[in-house]
């Protein structure tokens, strides 16, 4: 069974502060990973794919990657209460769909 | 507007019925998927269409069947064979099987009465 594995959280942090949240993936072959926001009771909203090693940003968000130890990372800077949600870490294993983990809850408190 | 919508947005079902979620898209996508989400889980994946009249199940199919007729529209039906349906459902598409980036749509609740 390829795995995708997240913190549940909650993790909490105050308002304009960096939050990190951290995803591992077992399947060394996978080659795409997302990541999405989704807030309680809606769907999940693409927020950020990478494919590379290294880091990739998009305004207040940056994604991580690391192959070799199978580790992807998303970094939102000046956090909002607005960004209070969970997120999900999405692995492309085999070319169709993706493997989800379970999610990070996110608090940005005031 | 272009987007995925999905009806209905909740939907109440007796023991032994089968219902029929819709989902449809106008984006011109060709790949679609369905998935659930119970609560405190992960989505996971119930069927797929790369194109039309082409689908495969997928981690949990049992008790749930489709059809991809038309491009625009992925229905997913919960037959009384699924024991345990009550569940958030998503539908999602891209734009082929090589381009990973799935957008969902709204998502039905069903709950078993």
């Known amino acids: 069974q390829k795995e995708v594995e997240q913190n549940s959280g909650p993790l909490s942090v105050p308002e304009g502060a960096i939050a990190s949240l951290n995803c591992t993936y077992s399947?060394?072959?996978?080659?795409?990973f997302f990541w999405y926001r989704q807030y309680s009771g809606k769907s999940p909203e693409l927020i950020m794919f990478?494919?590379?090693?290294g880091d990739k940003e998009d305004g207040r968000f940056t994604a991580q990657l690391n192959k070799a130890s199978q580790y992807v990372s998303l970094l939102i800077r000046d956090s909002q209460p607005s960004d209070s949600a969970t997120y999900l870490c999405a692995v492309l294993n085999s070319g169709y769909a993706l493997n989800f983990g379970k999610g990070t809850s996110l608090l940005v408190t005031p | 507007d272009g987007g995925i919508t999905q009806s209905p947005k909740y939907l109440f079902r007796k023991e032994g019925q089968n219902v029929t979620l819709s989902c449809e898209q106008n984006l011109n996508h060709d790949a679609m998927y369905w998935y659930r989400q119970d609560p405190g889980q992960g989505l996971r994946l119930i069927y797929y269409?790369?194109?039309?009249?082409?689908?495969q199940k997928g981690d949990i199919a049992e008790g749930y069947s489709v059809s991809r007729e038309k491009k625009e529209s992925f229905p997913l039906t919960v037959t009384s064979a699924q024991k345990n349906p009550t569940a958030f459902y998503l539908c999602?598409?891209?734009?082929?099987?090589?381009?990973?980036?799935?957008?969902f749509g709204p998502g039905t609740r069903l709950t078993v009465l």
């Open positions: 269409s790369q194109i039309v009249n082409d689908f």
């Open positions: 990478i494919y590379s090693n």
């Open positions: 399947d060394r072959g996978s080659q795409s």
């Open positions: 999602a598409s891209s734009i082929g099987y090589n381009y990973n980036e799935q957008f």
